[in-house]
T-cell receptor
Framework: NAGVTQTPKFQVLKTGQSMTLQCAQDMNHEYMSWYRQDPGMGLRLIHY???????DQGEVPNGYNVSRSTTEDFPLRLLSAAPSQTSVYFC????????????FGPGTRLTVL | RKEVEQDPGPFNVPEGATVAFNCTYSNSASQSFFWYRQDCRKEPKLLMSVYSSGNEDGRFTAQLNRASQYISLLIRDSKLSDSATYLC???????????FGRGTSLIVHP
């Protein structure tokens, strides 16, 4: 049982490039989320999904897209990277949708030059 | 005003000490409360949920004060391995958008 996995662990992009951060979970959780963590800001929700085919915006969705074609996978796409998107990105899943326990992936450290 | 506020610390305590953190929240409709622990350069992990009646898990005790809108975390007999950042998380029942505090840093020294 791998839990929540994220790839890549590290990434450097140039301004304007696009990329996809991958997230997968093998716990059959319905709820999945993407967060970014910046120094002094705490974690902020980017997008979330309450099940396959259903996504919604969180607190800071601009510049990011998501899709949820399967229960297991929840990729995050950066459409045109900007230096303001330099951050650590965490994917999380939980079974109940009530935050009884969110399981986080190990994170992706993204730098945009 | 940020919705969830925590003293960033760091709290620097010797092994064996008792330390307490508070977290205040501004949304009176908040219904779910949690403490997460985050080690340096790692992902957050759930430490404990916070129930209205208070709850205890070994050396850790969490309390909720709805009237004053804060939650607390008490750590007794601190261990070196307790050194981490402790994140307060608050969410309201109708929304899937949780609010994370910025975290309180704890350093336990020998």
């Amino acid at each position: 049982n791998a839990g929540v996995t994220q790839t890549p662990k590290f990434q450097v992009l140039k301004t304007g490039q696009s990329m996809t951060l991958q997230c997968a979970q093998d716990m059959n959780h319905e709820y999945m989320s993407w967060y970014r963590q910046d120094p002094g800001m705490g974690l902020r929700l980017i997008h979330y999904s309450v099940g396959a085919g259903i996504t919604d915006q969180g607190e800071v969705p601009n510049g990011y897209n998501v899709s949820r074609s399967t229960t297991e996978d929840f990729p995050l796409r950066l459409l045109s990277a900007a230096p303001s998107q330099t951050s650590v990105y965490f994917c999380a899943s939980d079974a109940s949708g009530n935050y009884n326990e969110q399981f986080f992936g190990p994170g992706t450290r993204l730098t945009v030059l | 005003r940020k919705e969830v506020e925590q003293d960033p610390g760091p709290f620097n305590v010797p092994e064996g000490a008792t330390v307490a953190f508070n977290c205040t929240y501004s949304n009176s409709a908040s219904q779910s409360f949690f403490w997460y622990r985050q080690d340096c350069r790692k992902e957050p992990k759930l430490l404990m949920s916070v129930y209205s009646s208070g709850n205890e898990d070994g050396r850790f005790t969490a309390q909720l004060n709805r009237a004053s809108q804060y939650i607390s975390l008490l750590i007794r007999d601190s261990k070196l391995s307790d050194s981490a950042t402790y994140l307060c998380v608050v969410s309201s029942g109708g929304s899937y958008i949780p609010t994370f505090g910025r975290g309180t840093s704890l350093i336990v020294h020998p």
